[in-house]
């Protein structure tokens, strides 16, 4: 499959139609998706619509956007209005969202046809795509194992060839961990960079939506499209337009490798492929500086202390009087608003809420959240001294390989130290994508390994250029899984 | 683990699902009491570790920011209501919450 640039260039030069693309985008969907499970809901009707109107509209002269006919598939959280957004929850099965979200106005804004949604973690809350209440998606790489999370389905199916393009959200490494374990890119940009209006909140001083694509190059372009104030989110950032970065090489950019990240904990042969990456790096003559980072240490607990707070706020509009499926439970108020949540949420989005009613009650909250929230005061600061002496910061994406699916279902904790190296920058609000650096061998399987580059506050642009002169050296990126080399 | 700890984390999931309004059967309270209490123990290195509390911080401390206060289009009760879980006369419906059922 081309890029999505490259699928945008030939619609606008009318080298193929939208439509064209759209019917193969369907057919590869029809045949591949019944194992790998990426897909939720597709949207087929209207994108046939929108893709006749876009080739129309090209042949009587009207400009193309960027995006122009390219097909987009969208996590489960992000509302793309009369399409169902039940983000991977029993409890909003059937929920159809009345308005689209900023970020997929702005998609359609700029060319693009959304396919449909993608299955995820419910509200976002897993590592492992195994929390939907639907299906478990699976990893292309080998299907026996999971294509992380919580932006499972969008990796998967990005990965799989089957769109060129996702938009997932990311709260402590969503989109980045599973482009990593699915072999492709995946960016988190600064908070506040994208609107967040019509993503359904799980974090909301954490998450952020991020897009998913086979190279860096098309990240820059959804970065692009997407990014700019919003009077429907307070906490964009206004600011002129973000452009493309304007780094042209790799020569004398200083990049800061922290001791922590490549710690106890981390996957010898995944340490391999770091170190081959950091070669790398340096022959295209970058320098590499030893940085020592010690909050990381207590990222993982800080993050999921502060992150199951807000879940716990955010997920209390899931009662079935504002939202959800109403069950009723007795006759009280009380009752009814309790049988509802024990019955349409799933295992994990419970313990998360109960985890985050405990640090937030009375008694505990000083104890728990206030030192959780200094913590991660002292975390963002040791970034903004870091960041006084590099101009990026790299490392493993994740301290493994893909696991099992299964392997970590029953082990809550096991599962939270898969995003150990991701939490960090979504504490500090910092951009960060993580972009293929190679393979392990397991079994008769190759599974990828992701680079996770993490850039200053407000740096996304220069960041993603960075990353782009670093994959355009590689062909880590170029690499299809075995089943999909007809895709 | 004694049992006496069991209770306690027992006793702590019921108080906290309460508070979250999260009905749950006895089998779940069987495997989440323990659960919550790993980790919790697992994560008190985080409060063990760290000094005194600070406020909240916001990531990038942007300057607060307000939209003009002018009206905006809104949606029309056509296109939100048949979100809802039950409605009657243009109106949502919601459970009695004064003088219903215990």
């Known amino acids: 499959m081309t890029s999505a640039a490259e699928l945008a260039q030939a619609h606008t030069r009318g080298t193929c139609s939208v439509r064209a693309t759209l019917e193969e985008t369907l057919a590869r969907i029809a045949a591949a998706d019944v194992e790998l499970g990426a897909v939720a809901a597709l949207a087929s009707e209207s994108a046939r619509r929108r893709a006749d109107v876009l080739d129309a509209a090209r042949a009587h002269g009207f400009p193309c956007g960027p995006l122009f006919g390219v097909p987009v598939l969208l996590k489960s959280n992000l509302c793309y209005a009369g399409h169902e957004s039940n983000c991977g929850s029993r409890l909003l099965a059937g929920y159809r969202s009345p308005f689209t979200a900023t970020v997929v106005e702005r998609l359609l804004d700029a060319g693009a046809v959304v396919v449909g949604h993608a299955h995820m973690d419910e509200f976002a809350m897993g590592s492992s795509g195994e929390n939907s209440a639907y299906r478990a998606t699976r990893n292309p790489w080998d299907p026996t194992r999971v294509p992380g999370g919580s932006s499972s389905g969008c990796a998967a199916a990005v990965a ?12 402590g490494g969503s989109v980045r961990q599973p482009a990593a374990l699915c072999g492709i890119s995946g960016f988190k940009p600064s908070y506040g960079r994208l609107s967040r209006h019509g993503l359904v909140a799980f974090g909301s001083s954490l998450d952020q939506v991020g897009p998913l694509a086979t190279s860096v190059a098309d990240l820059e372009l959804v970065l692009e499209a997407l990014s700019g104030l919003d009077v429907r989110d307070a906490t964009t950032l206004g600011g002129p337009p973000i452009t493309r970065g304007t780094r042209s090489t790799l020569t004398g950019l200083r990049v800061g490798v922290p001791r922590e990240y490549l710690g106890a904990g981390l996957d010898a042969r995944v340490r391999a492929v770091i170190e081959r990456a950091l070669a790398e790096l340096v022959a295209a003559g970058a320098v590499c500086v030893p940085l020592e980072l010690p909050g990381t240490e207590l990222a993982i607990a800080t ?66 959240y206030g030192r959780a929230s200094a913590h991660r005061a002292a975390l963002a600061a040791e970034f903004r001294s870091a960041f006084e002496q590099v101009d990026v910061i790299v490392g493993p994406t994740t301290p493994a390989p893909a696991f099992r699916l299964g392997e970590k279902h029953a082990d809550p904790l096991a599962m939270y130290l898969a995003d150990a190296l991701t939490v960090p920058a979504s504490l500090a609000g910092l951009p960060a994508v993580s972009v293929p650096a190679g393979f392990v061998r397991e079994g008769e399987h190759d599974l990828p390994v992701g680079l996770q580059w993490i850039g200053p506050a407000g740096g996304d642009a220069e960041l993603l250029a960075a990353a782009r002169l670093f994959q355009n050296r590689t062909e880590h990126h170029r690499a299809v899984p075995p089943a999909c080399t007809n895709a | 683990m004694s049992d006496a700890h069991s209770d306690a984390d027992l006793l702590r999931l019921r108080r906290v699902a309460a508070l979250a309004r999260l009905e749950l059967e006895p089998a779940e309270e069987a495997r989440l009491a323990p659960e919550l209490a790993r980790i919790l123990a697992a994560f008190e290195e985080l409060a063990r570790r760290t000094p005194a509390p600070a406020p909240a911080p916001a990531p990038l401390e942007p300057a607060a920011r307000t939209r003009p206060d002018v009206p905006q289009p809104s949606l029309a009760p056509h296109e939100f209501l048949p979100g809802a879980p039950a409605t009657e006369e243009g109106f949502f419906l919601v459970p009695k919450t004064i003088g219903g059922a215990p």
Do not use: C, Q
């Open chain 1, 160 to 171: 799989a060839r089957l769109v060129p393009l996702a938009l997932g959200s990311d709260t």
């Open chain 1, 303 to 368: 993050y999921y202390v502060v992150a199951t707070a807000e879940a716990a706020s955010n997920l209390a509009r899931f009662d079935g009087v504002r939202y959800g499926a109403r069950v009723e439970g007795g006759g009280s108020l009380a009752a009814m608003m309790g049988a509802t949540r024990g019955r349409g949420l799933g295992a994990e989005v419970k313990r998360r809420i109960l985890l985050g009613t405990f640090v937030l009650s009375h008694g505990f909250e000083e104890a728990w």
